[in-house]
């Protein structure tokens, strides 16, 4: 089958999507498929570096806002060209947002099958930008008419797709009761072709480093992490900050300002290797987030054997079981997120117990062995597409 996969971002840009739909490319090749990824770029180009093509256009034009109208304009007719080209057997969208409208609309003209996935909530993640606070969705929706007028850009965008995949129970919620979307909506949690992991138990005179990985965005909430790092009060720790984005030196400022930039590290962009190097080093991983469909880098950390301790939003509770393989915390319950991080801290056998459940936890996730379930997606997204003409 040929898979064309549109996805913002892709390696060697970082994140958690562009680890799954990289991940994602090389187990369809690998089991006798033909991904092709339609990704970002500095320029117009097409390599064929891992087995597969790669189509990158510009992100950047002029520098200025600009860009944004100049890539609503250049998108269409260079994806258009790539379908045209290619001839794939279904589309794959990895995400939610303007861009992937358009592919869902001329996929749709062209006559091919498509799906997307809902991973995160779009209209929130746009205005999560402008330092959103509330992490009610439906409140959002009714408070906002901003919200409302981007709600019905979004509905009006899914129904240009013939499925939709959903990584948790809770966005196929979303995509029910916030999207009323009718068409069918598979449920595949995020899943990772990771190497070989493992756990490692910490002692007493252990360092105890706390972790914490992602786009440094205002939605992710550094200030917090690293203000609750602080309150650990810990003299043998560390706290390492993964990612780059918008929020850094906001983050770095954060850090001097509380007097604990010697035992913050921010590392930067990591990619594979690297940054299981420090999950594996690691004695704890901690996120703060207001809004998650199903973090990729959940599977990530638990592969290498850390207890989570994650605010308890979109589909974190459905990988985090309180109190097995880490804790959850309500949103604004800081007091909860400090407790539960002086708890491990103190309480090393507990601490090595959950990195045991998070490892042995991990497996149901593999790529490996999840494959199956989005090679009959795809099936089942052609043949409904097909039955219905």
Known sequence: MKILIYAPIFPPIVGGPATQGYHLCRVLLRNGHNPIVVTIGERFEKKSLDGYPVYRYPWKYTGTPLDKIIRLLVFPFYFWNILRKERPDIVHSNNVATLSFIVGFISNKMGIPSITKYGGEWVWETLSSFKLQNANLDELYKESKIARFLWKIERKGLSYFDAIWAPSLTRKRDVKE????????????????????????????????????????????????????????????????????????????????????????????????????????????????????????????????????????????????????????????????????????????????????????????????????????????????????
């Open 178 to 389: 916030l999207v009323g979307y009718k068409k069918d909506v598979f449920v595949i949690f995020n899943s990772m072709d990771l190497p070989e992991g493992s756990y490692h138990e910490i002692s007493k005179n252990d360092p105890f480093i706390v972790v914490s990985a992602s786009r440094f965005l205002p939605h992710k909430r550094l200030p917090l992490i690293i203000k609750v790092f602080k309150e650990l009060n810990e003299p043998n720790s560390k706290l390492v900050l993964i990612g780059e984005g918008q929020e850094s030196e906001l983050a770095k400022k954060t850090a001097r300002e509380l007097g604990v930039e010697n035992k913050v590290e921010f590392t930067g962009k990591l990619f594979g290797e690297p940054i299981y190097d420090e999950f594996k080093k690691a004695s704890v991983y901690v996120s703060a987030s207001l809004e998650e469909g199903f973090p990729n880098v959940f599977v990530e950390t638990m592969h290498f054997g850390l207890p989570i301790i994650s605010s308890n939003v979109g589909g974190c509770g459905e990988i985090v079981k309180d109190g097995v393989n880490g804790y959850l915390f309500d949103v604004f319950d800081e007091t909860t997120l400090i407790n539960k991080l002086k708890e491990l801290n103190s309480d090393r056998d507990l601490r090595n117990k959950m990195a045991k459940s998070s490892y042995e936890m991990s497996e149901k996730y593999n790529l490996n062995v999840t494959i199956k379930q989005f090679i009959e997606m795809y099936s089942k997204a052609r043949e409904n597409y097909f039955k219905n003409k």
